[in-house]
Each structure stands twice: as C-alpha cells, then as structure tokens.
C-alpha cells in the first residue's frame, strides 16, 4: 500500500480537550452532573443556561437551553449511555427543541457534515489531589474548528474552572 492511500484512507481525528481542574475528581464529577451547578458554567462566555436537567442513568437524559448574548435559544438533548461514578460518563449530544425533540442542526445554522448525534465521552483521572478531564467529541477537529465548537467547549470548561474553584473556596474558606 502507497502512502497516498493510507492517507487517503486514514480517519479524520475527532476533538479531544484535556484539562486540569485544581480539585477532587468526586467535585468536578459533580459539577458536571448537577443541574444547578451545570447552569452556572454550561455555554460559552456570555451565554446563560437557564434550563438544565438531568436523569443521570443509563437511558436517562440531560436536557438544556443555553441563550447566547442575542437572546437566541440553543436547545440541546442527550441520552446516557454509561455513567461510571466519577470516572466516565458517556452520552450522546444533540440539538433539540424546548420539548427535547432532537432536530436537524441546520436549524441553529451548523453545517450539512455536523451529525445529528455526536457522542461523547468525558473521563475524569484523579492525579496527584487535581482532576484531569478528558473530553472526546465525536466530530473532526476540523468541523469542530469550523464552527467554533473547540472555542465554545474551552470557554465552558474555563466557566467550569472558575466554577470549581468557587464551590471549593466556599466550603474550605478563603485561603
């Protein structure tokens, strides 16, 4: 086999953002699982997540608006597959309507290629007393790239940081 068709055959690398939190990794799970905490970080700078909810089990769904700056409404729905306490959880992501219908992402102008259902998979490593995130999204980095999925999924991880060192603050005083 030629180079050329190895690399013509070769899949394109789905995004992968990795993060270290400076907390436990049963505090970070939970942010991640807890609607009341989810709001106050999901979204990139400058959105609101006014709705969120969660039904954290296999076959159980989240489902949220985020409202960005403009006021439009982004509906997303997702459907648990795997809940590992605290390690890993995996889950689908979709867009959907208010009702948690999922539709077609054209209707929140994204791209022909982006899925309908991406999946995604986000693990969480405990080293040495910090938490280390890895986020798999099931879409090319490229596509990821091109509509600025990358750039929101890293603004809400930097929310979810500023989040995180504000719940431990708060329950271990000001140091």
């Known amino acids: 086999m030629s180079s050329e068709s190895g690399a013509a055959m070769a899949q394109p690398r789905e995004l992968v953002i990795t993060r270290f939190f400076d907390a436990p990794r049963e505090r970070v799970f939970k942010a991640w699982t807890q609607p009341e905490i989810l709001k106050r970080w999901c ?3 400058g ?16 489902h949220f608006c985020m409202l960005s700056p403009e006021g439009q409404e982004i509906w997303c729905v997702g459907t648990y597959h795997e809940i590992v306490e605290p390690e890993r959880i995996v889950c689908t992501d979709s867009f ?12 929140y102008e ?3 290629e982006w899925p309908r259902e991406a999946l995604v998979t986000t693990e969480f490593t405990e080293e040495a007393g910090r938490t280390k995130l890895t986020l798999h999204l099931g879409v090319s980095e490229e596509l990821a790239d091109r ?4 750039q929101g999924w890293t603004e809400s991880l930097d929310r979810l940081a500023e989040c995180v060192v504000e719940t431990t603050g708060a329950s271990h005083g000001s140091k």
């Open 43 to 45: 979204g990139p700078r």
């Open 47 to 62: 959105f609101t997540t006014p709705v969120y909810t969660v039904d954290l089990r296999p076959g159980g769904k989240q």
């Open 96 to 107: 959907s309507d208010k009702d948690g219908n999922t539709v077609d992402p054209a209707k």
């Open 110 to 112: 994204m791209p022909a």
């Open 147 to 150: 509509v600025k999925a990358r």
